[in-house]
C-alpha cells in the first residue's frame, strides 16, 4: 500500500516571498502520478500541479512548481510571489499506474495548511 | 456547469438514525467517489464506482454503503450513525478518457455531525 506524508501540518509565509511544502511517499510502484491539490476555506478541493513519475523535468504552472526526486520519493510544492488568495490546506496525493486498466483511486497525505500574510 | 453537487450541505443526527448523503454530477463521467476528511488525516475514500451498477470499498468503508443505480448519482448511506462518523463527507467524480492526468471533480463537502 502507498502512503503519502506531510511533515508540516502548519507553514506561515510573507505576502510576495516563497514558500516550499514538503511532501514524501511510500511506494513500490515504479510508474505512478503525484498531484498537489489545494482547499481554501471554501472547502473546495482544487487541483494545482500534476507531475508523472516517469517525466524527469518538473512540472511548472504559473507560480507553482515542484521538485520530483523519484529516487528519495519526494514531491515538494514551491509556491512563488505568495499571494493572500493561497492562503488554503494543501494536500499532496499519489496515484498509481495500472496497467489494463485503473480505478484512478488517490492516497492523500494530511495536508499542510499555509497562511499568507499581509 | 454544475459539476458536482452534494446534498445535504449541513446535518445533525443523533446516534442510531441513518440518513443518506447524495452525490449528482452533470459531466457524464464514469468513475466517482466518497472521501471523509477529518482533522489531520486528510481525504480517506470511502467507497468508489467505477461505473453504473458497480462500487468497491476503499480505505475506510465499515459503516457505510454506497449505490450507484444512475450513473450521474452516487449515493452514500449510514445505516446506524455513530458519533465516530463526524466528519465532513467529499463526492468527487472524473472521466474515464483522458489517462492519469485528469483530475478528479471533487464537490464542496457535507458536514455531517452525530450527536
Known amino acids: 500500500a502507498q502512503t503519502v506524508t506531510q511533515s508540516q501540518p502548519e507553514m506561515s509565509v510573507q505576502e510576495a516571498e516563497t514558500v516550499t511544502l514538503s511532501c514524501t511517499y511510500d511506494t513500490s510502484e515504479s510508474n505512478y502520478y503525484l498531484f498537489w491539490y489545494k482547499q481554501p476555506p471554501s472547502r473546495q478541493m482544487i487541483l494545482v500541479i500534476r507531475?508523472?513519475?516517469?517525466?524527469?523535468q518538473n512540472a511548472t504552472e504559473n507560480r507553482f512548481s515542484v521538485n520530483f526526486q523519484k529516487a528519495a520519493k519526494s514531491f515538494s510544492l514551491k509556491i512563488s510571489d505568495s499571494q493572500l488568495g493561497d492562503t488554503a490546506m494543501y494536500f499532496c496525493a499519489f496515484m498509481k499506474h495500472a496497467a489494463g486498466g485503473s480505478n484512478y483511486k488517490l492516497t492523500f497525505g494530511k495536508g499542510t495548511l499555509l497562511t499568507v500574510n499581509p | 456547469n454544475a459539476g458536482v453537487t452534494q446534498t445535504p450541505k449541513f446535518r445533525v443526527l443523533k446516534t442510531g438514525q441513518s440518513m443518506t448523503l447524495l452525490c449528482a454530477q452533470d459531466?457524464?463521467?464514469?468513475?466517482m467517489y466518497w472521501y471523509r476528511q477529518d482533522p489531520g488525516m486528510g481525504l480517506r475514500l470511502i467507497h468508489y464506482?467505477?461505473?453504473?451498477?458497480?462500487?468497491a470499498k476503499g480505505e475506510v468503508p465499515d459503516g457505510y454503503n454506497v449505490s450507484r443505480l444512475k450513473k450521474q448519482n452516487f449515493l452514500l448511506g449510514l445505516e446506524s450513525a455513530a458519533p465516530s462518523q463526524t466528519s465532513v463527507y467529499f463526492c468527487?467524480?472524473?472521466?474515464?478518457?483522458?489517462?492519469?492526468?485528469?483530475?478528479?471533480?471533487f464537490g464542496d463537502g457535507t458536514r455531517l455531525s452525530i450527536l
Open positions: 464506482s467505477v461505473g453504473e451498477g458497480t462500487t
Open positions: 468527487a467524480s472524473r472521466n474515464r478518457t483522458g489517462g492519469y492526468n485528469q483530475p478528479q471533480h
Open positions: 507531475q508523472e513519475a516517469y517525466k524527469q
Open positions: 459531466m457524464n463521467h464514469e468513475y
